[in-house]
């Protein structure tokens, strides 16, 4: 079990709008910065959103973040078949002196 | 650009230790103020924590494998390495290193199968 919880999928189709939340409590993402990590098949994560709401160079603008209290979400517009990965989150655990992550979301483009 | 590669055994036994190492190219280990974690993935599973070293050795672990984690450094190779003892079953996973901005990974290694089994 999880310290951050992800839905297991979501899907939408090609061209739409989707969005991944990730529920954490005050120990972790209230007090600490997300991060959002997208995990194409056979391949290592990559960093996606930091800081929150903040995009590495070279993520395009179609992703996004937003943390409102005990919650994050990871906003994807423009959906492309290319986008179907599986999708983590991640912060700090003050309690637990470690990092966490959510279990991952699956996400289909159908 | 940074760049991280794993390295070491693919198979181990059980009650022994795994131990790999990360190799940095592109950028010193010691630069900037920046821990180098490793992270683990069973396959089909989600991610997991392992621990983290910053420049200056200090270290942090993920207290449900604490007190079988040992990460080390070796600034003149431009490397990091982890130590897990007693190995089970369970701990088979995909390694992955990568460097820690304290917030976020950024980039990670392309990870590597380690198998525990006799």
């Known amino acids: 079990q999880s310290v951050l919880t992800q839905p297991p999928s979501v899907s939408a189709a090609p061209g739409q709008k989707v969005t991944i939340s990730c529920s954490g409590s005050s120990s972790n993402i209230v007090n600490n910065y997300v991060s959002w990590y997208q995990q194409l098949p056979g391949t290592a994560p990559k960093l996606l959103i930091y800081?929150?709401?903040k995009r590495p160079s070279g993520i395009p603008d179609r992703f996004s973040g937003s943390k409102s209290g005990t919650s994050a979400t990871l906003g994807i517009t423009g959906l492309q078949t290319g986008d179907e990965a599986d999708y983590y989150c991640g912060t700090w655990d003050s309690t637990l002196s470690a990092v966490v992550f959510g279990g991952g979301t699956k996400l289909t483009v159908l | 650009q940074v760049q991280l590669q794993e390295s070491g055994p693919g198979l181990v036994k059980p009650s022994q230790t795994l131990s790999l190492r990360c190799t940095v190219s592109g950028g010193s280990i010691s630069s900037g103020s920046y821990y180098w974690s490793w992270i683990r993935q069973p396959a089909g599973k989600g991610l997991e924590w392992i621990g983290r070293i910053y420049f200056s050795g200090s270290t942090n672990y993920n207290p449900s494998l604490k007190s079988r984690v040992t990460i080390s450094i070796d600034r003149s190779k431009n490397q990091f390495s982890l130590k897990l003892n007693s190995v089970t079953a369970a701990d088979t996973a995909v390694y992955y290193c990568?460097?820690?901005?304290?917030?976020?990974?950024?980039?990670w290694g392309q990870g590597t199968l380690v198998t525990v089994s006799s």
């Open positions: 990568a460097r820690d901005e304290g917030d976020w990974f950024d980039p």
């Open positions: 800081d929150d709401n």
